[in-house]
């Protein structure tokens, strides 16, 4: 079992940024793709960004690019978000995600393993 932990959520204000962290623990015997994604209320969980096992290899959301990064420390077994230049439509619950049968990240069903997440709000 992986057990993930989300931070770094909090309240900004448009234009301002956040880093988010997610936390992996528990036994892993390869290392795994690590994803995160945002779900604003009355709305689908959707894609944000991905970053491949070895951390060389990214994909972003249209609406994201530019302005965010996802970025990973292995030997630490964390990810990170850096959210920069953020907008009010960024209001969400930002979620990580892992699991070991990820292909290109983009979808829910891909990842086994889901952080409680934490919540980013940017007022405008």
């Given at each position: 079992?992986?057990?993930?932990?989300?931070?770094?959520?909090?309240?900004?204000?448009?234009?301002?940024?956040?880093?988010?962290?997610?936390?992996?623990?528990?036994?892993?015997?390869?290392?795994?793709?690590?994803?995160?994604?945002?779900?604003?209320?009355?709305?689908?969980?959707?894609?944000?960004a991905v970053s491949g096992w070895s951390g060389g290899s990214t994909y972003y959301a249209d609406s994201v690019k530019?302005?965010?990064?996802?970025?990973?420390?292995?030997?630490?077994?964390?990810?990170?978000?850096?959210?920069?230049?953020?907008?009010?439509?960024?209001?969400?619950?930002?979620?990580?995600?892992?699991?070991?049968?990820?292909?290109?990240?983009?979808?829910?069903?891909?990842?086994?393993?889901?952080?409680?997440?934490?919540?980013?709000?940017?007022?405008?």
């Amino acid at each position: 079992q992986v057990q993930l932990v989300e931070s770094g959520g909090g309240l900004v204000q448009a234009g301002g940024s956040l880093r988010l962290s997610c936390v992996a623990s528990g036994r892993t015997f390869s290392n795994y793709a690590m994803g995160w994604f945002r779900q604003a209320p009355g709305k689908e969980r959707e894609f944000v960004a991905v970053s491949g096992w070895s951390g060389g290899s990214t994909y972003y959301a249209d609406s994201v690019k530019g302005r965010f990064t996802i970025s990973r420390d292995n030997a630490k077994n964390t990810v990170y978000l850096q959210m920069n230049s953020l907008k009010p439509e960024d209001t969400a619950v930002y979620y990580c995600a892992t699991g070991p049968r990820i292909r290109m990240g983009l979808m829910r069903n891909e990842y086994d393993y889901w952080g409680q997440g934490t919540q980013v709000t940017v007022s405008s």
